[in-house]
Protein backbone atom coordinates (compact mmCIF):
# COMPACT_ATOMS: atom_id res chain seq x y z
CA UNK A 1 0.00 0.00 0.00
CA UNK A 2 1.33 3.39 -0.52
CA UNK A 3 2.60 5.42 2.36
CA UNK A 4 2.02 8.26 4.21
CA UNK A 5 2.62 11.40 1.52
CA UNK A 6 3.75 14.39 2.78
CA UNK A 7 5.57 17.95 0.65
CA UNK A 8 7.75 19.56 0.50
CA UNK A 9 10.76 17.37 1.54
CA UNK A 10 12.49 20.28 2.59
CA UNK A 11 11.94 24.52 3.07
CA UNK A 12 14.25 27.15 4.15
CA UNK A 13 12.35 30.61 4.86
CA UNK A 14 13.31 33.81 6.53
CA UNK A 15 11.63 34.96 9.90
CA UNK A 16 8.24 35.99 9.89
CA UNK A 17 7.45 34.19 6.51
CA UNK A 18 4.81 32.02 5.96
CA UNK A 19 4.98 28.31 4.83
CA UNK A 20 2.23 25.36 4.32
CA UNK A 21 3.27 21.92 4.51
CA UNK A 22 1.02 18.78 2.66
CA UNK A 23 -0.09 15.41 4.12
CA UNK A 24 -1.87 13.30 2.11
CA UNK A 25 -2.31 10.16 4.78
CA UNK A 26 -3.06 6.30 3.34
CA UNK A 27 -6.53 5.49 1.97
CA UNK A 28 -8.99 4.57 4.59
CA UNK A 29 -7.20 5.96 7.70
CA UNK A 30 -9.68 8.11 9.47
CA UNK A 31 -7.37 9.00 12.02
CA UNK A 32 -4.56 12.46 11.28
CA UNK A 33 -1.37 13.79 13.53
CA UNK A 34 0.64 16.48 12.84
CA UNK A 35 3.79 16.09 15.26
CA UNK A 36 6.85 18.49 15.18
CA UNK A 37 10.40 17.04 15.95
CA UNK A 38 12.90 19.44 16.82
CA UNK A 39 16.11 18.40 16.55
CA UNK A 40 17.85 16.04 19.68
CA UNK A 41 14.10 15.52 20.89
CA UNK A 42 11.51 13.15 20.02
CA UNK A 43 8.35 14.29 18.03
CA UNK A 44 5.57 16.19 19.81
CA UNK A 45 2.24 16.08 18.90
CA UNK A 46 0.66 19.24 17.76
CA UNK A 47 -2.58 18.29 16.64
CA UNK A 48 -5.13 15.27 16.03
CA UNK A 49 -7.79 15.27 13.73
CA UNK A 50 -10.72 12.35 13.09
CA UNK A 51 -11.43 12.41 9.66
CA UNK A 52 -12.51 16.01 9.42
CA UNK A 53 -12.70 17.23 12.79
CA UNK A 54 -10.32 17.83 15.61
CA UNK A 55 -9.70 15.53 18.51
CA UNK A 56 -6.88 17.17 20.36
CA UNK A 57 -4.88 20.29 19.28
CA UNK A 58 -4.10 21.37 23.23
CA UNK A 59 -0.30 21.36 22.09
CA UNK A 60 -0.80 23.58 18.73
CA UNK A 61 0.51 27.38 19.06
CA UNK A 62 -2.44 28.45 17.79
CA UNK A 63 -1.27 32.40 17.66
CA UNK A 64 0.91 31.14 14.38
CA UNK A 65 0.05 27.69 13.51
CA UNK A 66 -3.57 26.07 11.80
CA UNK A 67 -3.85 23.19 10.66
CA UNK A 68 -7.22 22.06 8.41
CA UNK A 69 -8.36 18.35 6.87
CA UNK A 70 -11.78 19.58 5.29
CA UNK A 71 -12.09 16.77 3.40
CA UNK A 72 -11.38 14.36 5.66
CA UNK A 73 -8.47 13.08 3.62
CA UNK A 74 -5.35 15.38 3.08
CA UNK A 75 -4.21 17.70 5.34
CA UNK A 76 -2.03 21.17 5.51
CA UNK A 77 -0.47 22.62 8.46
CA UNK A 78 0.30 26.64 8.30
CA UNK A 79 3.10 28.37 10.36
CA UNK A 80 2.28 32.08 9.99
CA UNK A 81 4.79 34.19 10.98
CA UNK A 82 7.51 31.55 11.45
CA UNK A 83 9.95 31.70 14.51
CA UNK A 84 13.44 30.55 14.24
CA UNK A 85 12.53 28.35 17.21
CA UNK A 86 9.91 26.03 13.97
CA UNK A 87 12.99 24.92 13.04
CA UNK A 88 12.48 21.29 12.89
CA UNK A 89 10.87 18.51 10.54
CA UNK A 90 7.05 18.29 10.65
CA UNK A 91 5.96 14.52 10.53
CA UNK A 92 2.58 13.86 9.70
CA UNK A 93 1.17 10.39 10.29
CA UNK A 94 -1.87 8.11 10.02
CA UNK A 95 -3.83 5.16 11.41
CA UNK A 96 -6.80 3.25 11.04
CA UNK A 97 -8.71 4.84 14.06
CA UNK A 98 -8.83 5.60 17.51
CA UNK A 99 -7.87 3.29 19.98
CA UNK A 100 -7.26 0.96 16.72
CA UNK A 101 -5.70 -1.85 18.24
CA UNK A 102 -5.74 -4.07 15.53
CA UNK A 103 -3.73 -1.43 13.75
CA UNK A 104 0.09 -1.48 14.55
CA UNK A 105 0.66 1.96 15.58
CA UNK A 106 0.73 4.98 13.11
CA UNK A 107 2.35 5.05 9.57
CA UNK A 108 4.29 7.96 9.55
CA UNK A 109 5.67 10.30 6.77
CA UNK A 110 9.36 10.75 5.81
CA UNK A 111 8.37 14.48 7.03
CA UNK A 112 9.18 18.09 5.97
CA UNK A 113 12.43 19.86 7.28
CA UNK A 114 11.86 23.59 8.31
CA UNK A 115 14.30 25.49 8.31
CA UNK A 116 13.61 29.39 9.62
CA UNK A 117 16.95 31.41 9.11
CA UNK B 1 -0.34 14.30 31.66
CA UNK B 2 1.81 10.76 30.68
CA UNK B 3 5.33 11.65 29.71
CA UNK B 4 8.26 9.01 28.58
CA UNK B 5 12.19 8.93 29.77
CA UNK B 6 14.52 7.45 27.83
CA UNK B 7 17.50 7.69 29.65
CA UNK B 8 20.44 7.26 27.58
CA UNK B 9 20.68 9.77 24.86
CA UNK B 10 24.11 8.69 23.13
CA UNK B 11 25.08 4.55 22.97
CA UNK B 12 28.39 3.55 20.98
CA UNK B 13 29.08 -0.18 20.98
CA UNK B 14 30.78 -2.93 18.56
CA UNK B 15 29.21 -4.63 16.61
CA UNK B 16 28.35 -7.91 17.66
CA UNK B 17 27.55 -6.51 21.69
CA UNK B 18 24.48 -6.70 23.55
CA UNK B 19 22.28 -3.79 23.50
CA UNK B 20 19.88 -2.38 26.15
CA UNK B 21 17.77 0.92 26.00
CA UNK B 22 16.05 2.10 28.88
CA UNK B 23 12.36 3.64 28.49
CA UNK B 24 10.56 4.23 31.98
CA UNK B 25 6.72 6.33 31.24
CA UNK B 26 4.47 7.99 33.53
CA UNK B 27 0.61 7.18 33.84
CA UNK B 28 -1.16 5.40 35.85
CA UNK B 29 -3.79 3.92 33.25
CA UNK B 30 -3.92 1.63 30.93
CA UNK B 31 -1.27 1.97 27.82
CA UNK B 32 0.25 0.82 24.88
CA UNK B 33 3.59 0.79 24.32
CA UNK B 34 5.76 1.32 21.12
CA UNK B 35 9.62 1.31 20.06
CA UNK B 36 10.43 3.31 17.46
CA UNK B 37 13.39 2.95 15.30
CA UNK B 38 14.44 6.00 12.44
CA UNK B 39 17.32 5.23 10.05
CA UNK B 40 19.48 8.03 8.89
CA UNK B 41 17.33 10.40 6.52
CA UNK B 42 14.33 7.84 6.57
CA UNK B 43 10.83 7.85 8.09
CA UNK B 44 9.92 6.55 11.81
CA UNK B 45 8.99 2.67 11.27
CA UNK B 46 7.70 0.57 14.14
CA UNK B 47 10.41 -2.16 15.54
CA UNK B 48 7.44 -3.66 17.82
CA UNK B 49 4.19 -2.83 19.89
CA UNK B 50 3.27 -4.15 23.23
CA UNK B 51 -0.83 -4.08 23.95
CA UNK B 52 -1.49 -6.83 26.54
CA UNK B 53 -0.41 -10.31 27.38
CA UNK B 54 3.24 -12.02 27.45
CA UNK B 55 5.13 -8.87 29.26
CA UNK B 56 7.92 -9.98 26.88
CA UNK B 57 7.63 -8.72 22.81
CA UNK B 58 9.44 -9.55 20.03
CA UNK B 59 9.74 -7.40 16.91
CA UNK B 60 11.85 -7.32 13.77
CA UNK B 61 15.14 -7.47 12.98
CA UNK B 62 15.43 -9.47 16.15
CA UNK B 63 14.79 -6.57 18.53
CA UNK B 64 12.60 -7.34 21.57
CA UNK B 65 11.35 -5.74 25.25
CA UNK B 66 10.24 -6.35 27.85
CA UNK B 67 7.25 -4.56 30.02
CA UNK B 68 8.05 -4.08 33.83
CA UNK B 69 5.08 -2.79 34.95
CA UNK B 70 5.72 -2.11 38.93
CA UNK B 71 8.51 -0.73 37.50
CA UNK B 72 6.96 1.32 34.55
CA UNK B 73 9.11 0.65 32.18
CA UNK B 74 9.57 -0.87 28.61
CA UNK B 75 13.37 -1.66 27.61
CA UNK B 76 14.32 -2.25 24.65
CA UNK B 77 16.96 -5.22 23.87
CA UNK B 78 19.29 -6.87 21.28
CA UNK B 79 21.62 -9.50 21.92
CA UNK B 80 23.80 -8.77 19.08
CA UNK B 81 23.82 -5.73 17.30
CA UNK B 82 25.21 -4.88 13.84
CA UNK B 83 26.43 -1.78 12.16
CA UNK B 84 23.20 -1.47 10.12
CA UNK B 85 21.19 -1.07 13.27
CA UNK B 86 22.99 2.81 13.44
CA UNK B 87 19.87 4.85 14.13
CA UNK B 88 17.75 6.50 16.69
CA UNK B 89 15.33 4.86 18.41
CA UNK B 90 11.92 6.51 20.44
CA UNK B 91 9.89 4.45 22.64
CA UNK B 92 6.59 5.92 22.70
CA UNK B 93 3.11 5.15 24.99
CA UNK B 94 -0.45 5.71 23.90
CA UNK B 95 -3.74 5.75 25.98
CA UNK B 96 -7.49 5.07 25.03
CA UNK B 97 -7.09 8.45 23.22
CA UNK B 98 -4.57 6.99 20.52
CA UNK B 99 -2.05 10.15 21.38
CA UNK B 100 1.50 8.78 21.29
CA UNK B 101 3.87 10.54 23.66
CA UNK B 102 7.56 9.84 22.86
CA UNK B 103 10.71 9.84 24.63
CA UNK B 104 13.39 11.87 23.84
CA UNK B 105 15.25 9.53 21.67
CA UNK B 106 18.68 7.07 21.92
CA UNK B 107 21.08 7.47 18.95
CA UNK B 108 22.87 4.40 18.69
CA UNK B 109 26.33 4.22 16.91
CA UNK B 110 27.51 0.80 15.79
CA UNK B 111 30.82 0.47 15.50
CA UNK B 112 31.94 -2.17 12.80
Known amino acids: ?117 | AQSVSQHNHHVILSEAASLELGCNYSYGGTVNLFWYVQYPGQHLQLLLKYFSGDPLVKGIKGFEAEFIKSKFSFNLRKPSVQWSDTAEYFCAVNNAGNMLTFGGGTRLMVKP
Do not use: M
Open chain 1, 1 to 117: EAGVAQSPRYKIIEKRQSVAFWCNPISGHATLYWYQQILGQGPKLLIQFQNNGVVDDSQLPKDRFSAERLKGVDSTLKIQPAKLEDSAVYLCASSLGLASRSYYGYTFGSGTRLTVV
